[in-house]
């Protein structure tokens, strides 16, 4: 076949013409599919059903013999972080296990930096004029989310495949005083499955920046792996300090992906400083996470080889679907030139990027035909894609024959889209 932009102005109404009537027949189809969000299907939460039997009867001491039924333990369960010090590259006591979601972790510490000001902040960020955060783009739209809610300016900085563009982000940093944060998934990128490298990792912690300038890294796929190639974890922590920068890097993980959604368990690592800080806020809200469930993860993962035996697991129901997206889009848009893909090696997502300025007509119409997919623009701060050209893909959570499906309608959306606005 010929590229889109290659055909002729008979071609492209030929296939306009076409490209309808395939469209009109997946309309009366009356399909009800979704892949917007990044969610464990039943298969794979069916990995963890002991979690709803554990730790049993009576079970109710660590190793210490300590009662988790009662207050207290506000670092979380000593088993547990020990679990995933390794895999996070964060010291024991340095890292915290608490509640189910690192996305509330995340809120908190911005939310604690907003009312109070970090260690060394001059005052709470809520008092200066304007604070800023950089967004690698496409970037975690969760991410974007909060600092939007919490009147935080958001700066776009242009994802890499070994990280955010490190020249623009020293560039930024040195011409802008308001900005003290950016947010960063180190390992298999949401969406475009980027993983950062050493080069780049030194690089953020040792950038002249604010004081109070934090890196949010958030290592929500540590452990998220689609193939036998596992990128050696960075030790971010040990980088800033021998930096000169401790305190600059917040580390954020959890389990959610892990085992439940609903029950998992999250983390937050630091510097012995932001720690405590982190700790001093914490304990107004909180006497201490839910320690139960957090010996229950014990008894189900056992230790970190327990985590990547459960994870190949995890591996092996959704491998056949990232292969789908590869296969889907390879046969019907390749030929035609009409889009562009990333393959991750491992995380929950696929980035995609159609013609510009079709992006959302695609969804749109995708939408119309029962498909719902990440609304266009999610990617990027404000939900402004300038290209609007991007579009996140969630294989994980349908069965592979529902995907497949999705996966054929939204790519004759895309066909449909891109050839209407170069036949109008």
């Not at 974007?144 to 700066?155: K, Q, Y």
């Not at 469930?293 to 959704?318: F, P, S, T």
Request: aromatic share 8%.
């Amino acid at each position: 076949m010929t590229a889109l932009t290659e055909l002729s102005s008979a071609d492209l109404r030929e296939l306009h013409s076409q490209l309808t009537a395939e469209y009109d027949a997946l309309v009366k189809r009356g399909l009800s599919l979704d892949i917007t969000r990044g969610k464990p299907s039943p298969a794979q939460l069916d990995l963890s059903n002991a979690l709803l039997t554990l730790p049993g009867e009576g079970q109710y001491r660590d190793a210490a013999g300590t009662d988790l039924r009662n207050y207290g333990g506000p670092q979380g369960l000593p088993e547990l972080r020990e679990i995933f010090s390794d895999v996070l590259r964060v010291p024991v006591p340095q890292l915290l296990a608490l509640g189910n979601s690192s996305l509330s972790l995340m809120h908190d510490a911005v939310t604690f930096a907003m009312l109070h000001g970090l260690p060394e902040s001059e005052r709470p960020w809520s008092r200066e004029e304007t604070v800023s955060f950089l967004c690698p783009v496409p970037g975690y739209d969760r991410h974007f989310t909060i600092t939007e809610h919490l009147g935080i300016r958001m700066v776009p900085v242009a994802m890499t495949e070994s990280g955010p563009d490190i020249e623009q982000v020293e560039r930024l940093l040195a011409e802008d005083p308001t900005i003290r944060g950016i947010w960063c998934v180190p390992v298999h990128s949401n969406p475009t499955g980027a993983i950062y490298t050493e080069e780049v990792a030194r690089a953020l912690v040792s950038l002249p920046a604010a004081a109070d300038f934090r890196i949010f890294w958030d290592n929500a796929y540590a452990v998220h792996h689609l193939t036998d190639d596992v990128p050696e974890p960075i030790d971010i922590l040990s980088l800033a300090a021998e930096a000169g920068n401790p305190d600059r890097v917040f580390v954020f993980a959890s389990t959610s992906k892990v085992t439940y959604a609903s029950a998992g368990v999250a983390f937050f690592g630091s510097s012995p400083a932001n720690v405590s800080w982190y700790l001093s806020h914490l304990a107004v809200q909180s006497i201490g996470p839910d320690k139960i469930n957090q010996l229950r993860h014990v008894r189900l993962l056992h230790d970190a080889e327990g985590v990547a035996e459960h994870m190949r697991r995890h591996r092996e129901i959704i491998g056949p679907k990232f292969e789908a997206v590869s296969e889907v889009f390879e046969r019907r848009l390749a030929s035609y030139e009409a889009g562009s893909w990333t393959s991750p090696t491992g995380g929950y997502f696929v980035s995609l990027d159609v013609h510009e300025g079709c992006a959302a007509r695609a969804v749109a119409l995708a939408a119309q035909a029962g498909i719902a997919v990440t609304p266009a623009g999610s990617t990027y701060p404000y939900k402004k894609d300038p290209t609007d050209a991007n579009i996140r893909i969630a294989p994980t959570m349908p069965p592979l024959a529902e995907l497949v499906d999705a996966l054929e309608g939204l790519c004759t959306a895309i066909l449909l889209a891109e050839v209407e606005q170069l036949v109008g």
